[in-house]
């Protein structure tokens, strides 16, 4: 049966850029779930590849029909969901498929698929490091990465209760880490 693997951590960290590291390889057969957002695109984003982009009334008119597994306002009028039909098709398709989500949404989906999934919370090696990447990744307005870093100390206090902590000191071990938890948890 095809599994779930959940990767949160605060925004910076190197998640995406761990996730994408893995994506590709064949041999883990992964699929990567497209969440609903109410924010803008960023930099290269396209719709329907990094997110499914909604209107607020769009995104509303989901949470009314219960279309979604969870979904949070993760920052003041930026909500962002799993859509129980993106999910149910990949798994459908015998792929492991890969969350990209905040703290809640990850506690909520380890909830949800209990053993069937994994979940990994990538750490940056600190606050500071955490500032330098957001700002050295250059997508975001300096109120924005504000934000990003109030909200950072929050999430990191829910590390414990994941499965595995990668600590993303050094990117190629961080990303070795998480390729070798996954091929364990797959096989
Ligand atoms: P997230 O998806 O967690 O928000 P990103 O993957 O976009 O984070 O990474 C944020 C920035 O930090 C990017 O510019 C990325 O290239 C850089 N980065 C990622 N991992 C490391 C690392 N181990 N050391 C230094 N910079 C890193
Ligand atoms: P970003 O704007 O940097 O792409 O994402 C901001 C935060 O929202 C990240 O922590 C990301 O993991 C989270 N996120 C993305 N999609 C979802 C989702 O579907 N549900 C929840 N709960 N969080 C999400």
Do not use: W
């Not at 609903?36 to 329907?48: F, I």
Request: include cysteine.
């Amino acid at each position: 049966m095809s599994k779930v693997i959940i990767f949160c951590a605060p925004s910076g960290s190197g998640k995406s850029t761990i996730i994408g590291s893995l994506m590709p390889r064949e041999e883990l057969n992964l699929a990567f779930s497209v969440s609903a957002t109410t924010r803008p695109p960023r930099g290269q984003e396209r719709d329907g590849v990094e997110y499914l982009f909604l209107s607020p009334e769009q995104f509303r008119a989901h949470i009314v029909a219960d279309d979604f597994i969870e979904y949070e306002e993760v920052y003041a009028d930026r909500f962002y969901g799993t859509l129980k039909s993106q999910v149910e098709k990949q798994l459908a398709a015998g792929q492991n498929v890969v969350f990209d989500v905040d703290v809640h949404g990850g506690m909520r989906l380890k909830e949800y698929f209990g053993d069937r999934a994994l979940s990994l919370f990538i750490q940056p090696p600190s606050i500071d490091a955490l500032r330098q990447r957001l700002e050295g990744r250059a997508t975001d307005a300096p109120e924005v990465i504000r934000q990003r870093l109030d909200r950072a100390e929050y999430e990191l206090s829910f590390a414990p209760r994941f499965d595995r902590i990668v600590v993303n000191d050094d990117l190629e071990t961080a990303k070795q880490e998480a390729y070798k938890a996954i091929q364990e948890f797959l096989s």
